[in-house]
C-alpha cells in the first residue's frame, strides 16, 4: 500500500512539475567591482530540490548588478522559475567564508517573467537571466535580468563560517594548509585589470550595510530631460540605479513621466535628435554626491527629480538633483561624455521613421 501511495505522489509531482511554465533563462553571478569572491558551489532549487547548478570553481568579478562574462550554459534551454538558493563562496579581500539557503519568492518571479518588459529595441521580450549577486557581509541579492530591465527579486544575508579544515571546502585532491590557501588566493588576484582596486579596498573598513540597505532606499522621484534648443526628442534612455535595477524608457513614457518609487540613480545612458543631429550621451553620477543629495528627499518624504540639461547647441549637458518648489542642486562630480551619430543610426529613431530620404 505504501508504494502505491509513493507511485501516485510521483505521478502528481511529475504532472505538476509538467504544467509549469517554462522559460529560457541561465544563472549568472555579480558581485561588487571591488570585492571578487571565490565560488565553490551554488544552486537554484525547485520545490523537490532537484535544480540548476551555478558553475563553481571560479572566481568572479563584475560590477554590483552586472553579470560576470562567464556563460553557464546548464541544463534545458527551456527551465521552470526555481524557489530556493544555495550558496558557497570564500570572500578574497574580507578573507572569509560564507554559506547559506535562501527562500525565494517563486510567485513573484513567475508574474515578472511572464509580464516581460519592453527591450531596447522597442519590443515585448521577457527575462533570460537570474542574476545572483554576492557582496562582504553575506549579502545575497537576486535579480531578474532582461538587458535593458533588470528587476530586484529581494535582498538576503547568510551566515559566515569557519572550516575546519580548508581542504573540506575547496575541490577534492587538493591539499592545502591555510598559509597555501592564502598565498594561493593572494596568486589568484595578481595581474588582473582590477588588481590596484582590490588592494585599495583591502586597506578600507568593510562597507557592511552598502549594498542590501543605503543602495536600497528609495523615495518617489523620476528623470526629465530640458532640451534648451526646443525641438531635441530622446528617442531612448536606459537609467540604472544603485541597488542594481535598470529601467528603459522610450519616447512615448519620456514626457509624460510620473513620480514612482524608485533607487538612487546610478548612472544614464540616452539617444537623442535634433533636426537631423543625432546624439547619444553617458552619465555616470558620483555614488556619494547622489546618495546625499536623495538623502534631502528620503529625510522630507518629498520626490525628487533628477534633471539633465542639454543645451541649445545639443554639445554640453548638465545634471541637476531638484526637490520642486524646495531644493535644486547641481551635480558637480558626474562623468559626462557625449557624441554624434552617424547618419546610418537614423533607423533606429522614431523622429525619422517616416523619413523617405
Not at 550554459?73 to 539557503?101: A, M, N, Q, T
Not at 541649445?312 to 549637458?317: A, G
Request: overall charge negative.
Amino acid at each position: 500500500m505504501n508504494k502505491i501511495y509513493f507511485l501516485i505522489f510521483i505521478v502528481i509531482m511529475t504532472v505538476s512539475c509538467n504544467s509549469e511554465p517554462k522559460y529560457d533563462w541561465l544563472p549568472m553571478l555579480s558581485v561588487p567591482r571591488e570585492y571578487p569572491v571565490w565560488l565553490f558551489s551554488g544552486i537554484l532549487t525547485y520545490p523537490e530540490k532537484d535544480g540548476v547548478h551555478i558553475l563553481p570553481w571560479r572566481l568572479v568579478m563584475s560590477e554590483w548588478g552586472e553579470e560576470c562574462p562567464v556563460i553557464n550554459r546548464v541544463g534545458p534551454d527551456l527551465k521552470r522559475v526555481p524557489d530556493g538558493l544555495g550558496l558557497r563562496w570564500y570572500s578574497y579581500i574580507e578573507k572569509k567564508f560564507y554559506s547559506g539557503f535562501i527562500n525565494l519568492p517563486k510567485e513573484k518571479m513567475e508574474v515578472l517573467f511572464a509580464e516581460g518588459f519592453i527591450n531596447t529595441r522597442k519590443q515585448k521580450d521577457t527575462f533570460y537571466r537570474i542574476l545572483v549577486g554576492m557582496a562582504p557581509c553575506g549579502v545575497v541579492n537576486v535579480w531578474l535580468y532582461g538587458g535593458g530591465t533588470v528587476v530586484e527579486i529581494g535582498s538576503y544575508t547568510v551566515e559566515e563560517f569557519q572550516p575546519d579544515d580548508i581542504n573540506n571546502v575547496i575541490r577534492d585532491g587538493f591539499s592545502l594548509s591555510e598559509e597555501e590557501f592564502e598565498e594561493s588566493n593572494r596568486r589568484m588576484l595578481l595581474g588582473k585589470e582590477w588588481t590596484s582596486i582590490w588592494n585599495n579596498a583591502a586597506k578600507k573598513p568593510i562597507p557592511c550595510g552598502l549594498w542590501d540597505v543605503e543602495y536600497r532606499h528609495k523615495c518617489q522621484s523620476r528623470t526629465i530631460v530640458n532640451h534648451q534648443d526646443n525641438i531635441g526628442v530622446v528617442d531612448i534612455m536606459i537609467i540604472t540605479y544603485l541597488n542594481g535595477e535598470r529601467e528603459t524608457l522610450i519616447r512615448e513614457d519620456l514626457y509624460n513621466l510620473d513620480f514612482k518609487v524608485r533607487p538612487c540613480i546610478k548612472s544614464i545612458s540616452l539617444d537623442w535628435s535634433s533636426d537631423r543631429l543625432i546624439k547619444r550621451g553617458e552619465i555616470q553620477f558620483d555614488s556619494d554626491e547622489v546618495m546625499e543629495a536623495y538623502s534631502k528627499a528620503i529625510n522630507s518624504d518629498r520626490p525628487c527629480e533628477w534633471i539633465i540639461d542639454i543645451n541649445k547647441e545639443n554639445d554640453h549637458i548638465k545634471v541637476y538633483f531638484h526637490i520642486p518648489g524646495e531644493y535644486r542642486q547641481k551635480l558637480l562630480h558626474s562623468k559626462i561624455g557625449h557624441w554624434t551619430l552617424s547618419e546610418c543610426h537614423r533607423y533606429l529613431f522614431d523622429a525619422f521613421k517616416n523619413d523617405d530620404d
